[in-house]
């Protein structure tokens, strides 16, 4: 089934031009279906690339999805024109009331900060509050996952001498978990951070799964039961070029950045990169979908409850 998303968004024709299933509004209120309702709180911050990606993984998916983009209340975005954002956007006060299947909080360039320092820190734990009581299930990435974990389980973060950045292997530790299916023992996931959270710091008594570790760059994916939720440390999602956008940006800056590792042919970064996750995030964001599909009400009004 396709995704649901509004007809001028930008990203509707990158998808449709990789062969994604994109549904027109007009198509979708003539189904007698109920979509599943996934919110993306965008704090990326180039928002069209980051809509585009998980609209892609989260419309390859079988079941047909409605994807409502959400924004920090009061924040306003510096490198996303204005006029994107009042178009496609909805403020988190504006949909608080409502109720979702599914809610994705992404990174942010903030993660060298204290989270007391974020400007939106107050509202975001608010959010996740929120989760517990309007949203079925969450999915939280990167920044997102290391200020959730932060918010429900006290979990500290901590600087690394240099950034984790590059394409690393990973391990599968719980082959038999419904969000693991399909996986291979071993596989390669896109990771840029600057900090860490650590088997250490966390709570005995959290009821936290770790189900993917890499022996470089440590803890991926946290199954988090009592909260509904997934925390993935890194960026599965992520396009082939994105690390190489990002380290071409920082150069651009003048700013001390090395290569990123195992990601350009050679190490030369004049040759195109070889995307090998990219089967590995379609199948866990498809497992992660597939949960939501086989666990929600089927009366949305019930989520929570």
Partial sequence: MPIKIPDDLPARATLQAEGVMVM???DAVRQDIRPLRI???NLMPD???TETQFARLLGSTPLQVELTLVKITNHVARNTSQ???ISFYRSWEAVRS????GFIVTGAPVEQMPFEQVTYWDELRRIFDWTQTNVHAGLNIC???QAAVHHFHGM???PLPEKAFGVFRHRNLEPASPYLRGFSDNFSVPVSRWTEVRRADIPDDSGLRVLMESDETGICLIDDPRHRALHMFNHIEYDSNSLGDEYRRDVAANKPIALPRNYFPKDDPAREPRNRWRSHAHLLIGNWINELYQTTPFDIAAVGR
């Fill in 39 to 41: 919110g993306l709180l």
């Fill in 24 to 26: 027109r509004e007009t």
């Fill in 143 to 145: 920044w997102g996952a």
């Fill in 156 to 158: 500290p973060k901590h």
């Fill in 98 to 101: 409502e109720r979702f299947d």
């Fill in 83 to 85: 006029e994107h954002i």
């Fill in 47 to 49: 928002k069209q690339k």
